[in-house]
C-alpha cells in the first residue's frame, strides 16, 4: 500500500473516484506477496501493481467495472484447467485479489 | 460497515508515520450484519475503528490481526460467522502494516554510506553508529535516518531491547577496540542476521577475542563473518549488494546459489 499512497492522496485531491485490488491470497509461485496493492482510477489510470506485469491489463478491467457497478469481488488469476481463466501468471501460480471502490 | 469513520485516513497516517497497525476486511462469505468489505483498523494499545458487525467477531479478529502484525505478516484467516473458530463462514484479510526492519550498521566507514544506500532501497531503517564524532556526521551518510555518535555496545544497551528477527545489525568497524564489544551486545539481541566484517584473520582473531570475554562458541555460529556472499565484488558498492543479498538469503533460509545452478519454482 505504501508505494502507492502519494498517487491515491493526489487522485483524492482531484475527486476522483478510485477502486483498489489488494493481493489477498498466493498459491505455488507469485512473484508478490499478500498486501501487494494496485490502485485504479475512474480515468484508468494506474498505480501499483499486483504481479510481474502479468495480469494487471486484466485487473483494470475488473477494477473499472467495481467502480461502475459499485461492488466488491474476489478475482483469482492461474493457470487452470478452466477455459475461463483467460489471463495467468507466467509463474505458473495462482493469486486471489479482493477489488473494491475506495470508499471507506 | 460504518461509512462515516475515516478509515482509510488513518491507515494512510499510519503507514507514513511509520506506525503499527493491521486492518481486517471481510472479503468473501459476508452477511447482512457483516457484509464483504466490513472493516476493522487494529493498533496497539488503541482503541479499535470500526468494526465487523459482531462484537465476538471483532474481539477475535483484534486478537489474531495483533499476532499478524507481530510477525508482520498478512493473510486470510477464516472464521463462523461471529468469530468460531474451524468454522469457514467468513474469509477474512487480515493485512499488516508493520514498521520496517532495521538496519544498524557500526563503523563511520566508506562501506558504511554504500550499505546504508542499498539498505534503504531495501527498506530498512538505517541507523549508523560510530563513536567518532568526525567520521559519525549525517553529511557523510545522507540517506541513513539516523547518525549517532557513541560506542554500538552503548546503543545496544538503549535500543537491543526492540529489535527482532526482521532486524539487522551489521558491524563494519573492523577494529577490535569496536567489535569485540559490539558482536558481545549484538549477540544479546533477537536480532535475525549479525554480520561482522573483515578478513579471515581478523575473523579469527576476533572470534578469540569473544570466547576470551566469554561469549559461548556455540554463540559464535551467529554471526555472519567475514560479512556477505561470495559475490567476488571489491567496490563498497558491490560490497553492499553482497551483504544485503546474504541478509535475504539467510531471512529465506536458502544458500543462494545461482537460479540457473538450482532446480524448482523461482517464487517458493
Redesign the interface.
Known sequence: ??EI?SD??RWQRQGKRIALA?V??VE????R???AAMAVNEDGDVAGSVSGGCVEGAVVVEALECLENDT?K?VTFGYSDDEAFAVGLT???TI?L?L?P??? | MADETPIFATVQQLIASEAPGALATIIDGGNEASPNGAKLLVRPDTEPMGSLGHPDLDRVVIRDALGELASGTSGVRHYGATGEARQDDLSIFIESFAPPPQMLIFGAVDFTAALSRVAKVLGYRVTVCDARPVFATPVRFPRADEVVVDWPHRLLEKVGDDLGPRDVICVLTHDPKFDVPAVISALKTDAGYIGAMGSRRTTEDRNRRLIEEGVNPDDLTRIMAPIGLDLGGRTPEETAISICAEIIAMRAGRLAPSLRDSEGDIHR
Open positions: 500500500m505504501k499512497l491515491l492522496e489488494r489477498v491470497d505455488g509461485s507469485g512473484p506477496l499478500p498486501g466488491r474476489m509463474c505458473g501460480g486471489h479482493f473494491e475506495l470508499d471507506w
